[in-house]
């Protein structure tokens, strides 16, 4: 069965930098949309940034510029770095990948900024 792992979250100040991985596996990765939402406390989860099967990509207005998705179609990885982190950014972030209706997430790693 299809499994998205998360990776990389943590601690880290005000205008710091995160790395976010997600290792998929049991899809044929290349074909799915990949995506990272984030979800912070009281608060719906929401899209920031998107990668389609043709490597275009899409972000939230809150993150363009500040953070990039890529993908490694090798290893079936997903990317989503992020720099200029502000407290804004505090939340669990989770992988997701959607083809048609099929629909699968990760089960999140938390990303706190401090300010």
């Known amino acids: 069965q299809v499994q998205l792992v998360e990776s990389g979250g943590g601690l880290v100040q005000a205008g710091g930098s995160l790395k976010l991985s997600c290792a998929a596996s049991g899809m044929i990765f290349s074909m799915y949309d990949m995506s990272w939402y984030r979800q912070a406390p009281g608060q719906q989860r929401g899209l920031v940034a998107r990668i389609f099967p043709v490597g275009s990509t899409d972000y939230a207005d809150s993150v363009r510029g500040r953070f990039t998705i890529s993908r490694d179609i090798a290893t079936s990885t997903v990317f989503l770095q992020m720099d200029g982190l502000e407290p804004e950014d505090t939340g669990v972030y989770y992988c997701?990948?959607?083809?048609?209706?099929?629909?699968?997430w990760g089960q999140g790693t938390q990303v706190t900024v401090s300010s």
């Open positions: 997701n990948a959607q083809r048609g209706s099929s629909r699968f």
